[in-house]
């Protein structure tokens, strides 16, 4: 079966250490990104990949970090430089990202940092 | 710049009754593509049903339909004789040249569906 998986799916840490967020995708898309949720949001776009080792920073960069090293993978870094990490995590691929094409979600990361 | 709204915060409806969740967009592309999503409590994100913006004709599918108007910048979405397992979150989200084809995504509409 073709699509994305994120792990894990609860994640707990202490204030200050850094954490990486896991996202895959067998769906051979180009275009590759990270959204935060707050409660009674919207998404919020992260980073963007649209394609190996190519990234940009979206509307809430800070904070956090990516990587591209190969197609189907797009770890997530939360630093301890960002300041309210606690949130939903969604990741997300398209088949590429310049074209308005839909994009396919990921089941999510809880990350709750105290 | 591109915005998403999403109007109903909450709505709650008894099965079986029809219900439209409302999306407006603002953009000044002439091409750009619309959006919705559904969210159920388990958290991933759904994709319901994409369209561009030179096709303004009405889409139905099953019980969803959707209602593009350019003329007052809408995109809202209607379920019929809705059911329990509608209960979700829906989201609208745009997507056009100017913001570089990401996603802007409306705060969405809780639809809360009772037995």
């Known amino acids: 079966d073709g699509g994305i998986t994120q792990s894990p799916k609860y994640l707990f840490r202490k204030e200050g250490q850094n954490v990486t967020l896991s996202c895959e995708q067998n769906?051979?898309?180009?275009?590759m990104y990270w959204y935060r949720q707050d409660p009674g949001q919207g998404l919020r776009l992260i980073y963007y990949?649209?394609?190996?080792?190519?990234?940009q920073k979206g509307d809430i960069a800070e904070g956090y970090s990516v990587s591209r090293e190969k197609k189907e993978s797009f770890p997530l870094t939360v630093t301890s430089a960002q300041k309210n990490p606690t949130a939903f995590y969604l990741c997300?691929?398209?088949?590429?990202?310049?074209?308005?094409?839909?994009?396919?979600f990921g089941p999510g990361t809880r990350l709750t940092v105290t | 710049a591109q915005k998403v709204t999403q109007a109903q915060t909450e709505i709650s409806v008894v099965e079986k009754e029809d219900v439209t969740l409302d999306c407006v967009y603002e953009?000044?592309?002439?091409?750009?593509?619309l959006f919705w999503y559904k969210q159920p409590p388990s958290g991933e994100l759904v994709f319901l049903i994409r369209?561009?913006?030179?096709?303004?004709q009405n889409e139905i599918s099953g019980r969803y339909s959707w209602n593009f108007q350019k003329s007052t910048s809408s995109f809202n979405f209607t379920i019929t004789a809705s059911q329990v397992v509608d209960s979700a979150v829906y989201f609208c989200?745009?997507?056009?040249?100017?913001?570089?084809?990401?996603?802007?995504f409306g705060k969405g509409t809780k639809l809360s569906v009772i037995p």
């Open positions: 769906l051979n898309h180009d275009a």
């Open positions: 989200a745009l997507s056009d040249r100017a913001g570089s084809y990401q996603l802007t």
């Open positions: 953009t000044r592309d002439t091409t750009y593509y």
């Open positions: 990949s649209q394609i190996v080792n190519d990234f």
């Open positions: 997300a691929s398209s088949i590429d990202g310049t074209s308005g094409y839909e994009q396919y």
């Open positions: 369209r561009n913006s030179f096709d303004e």
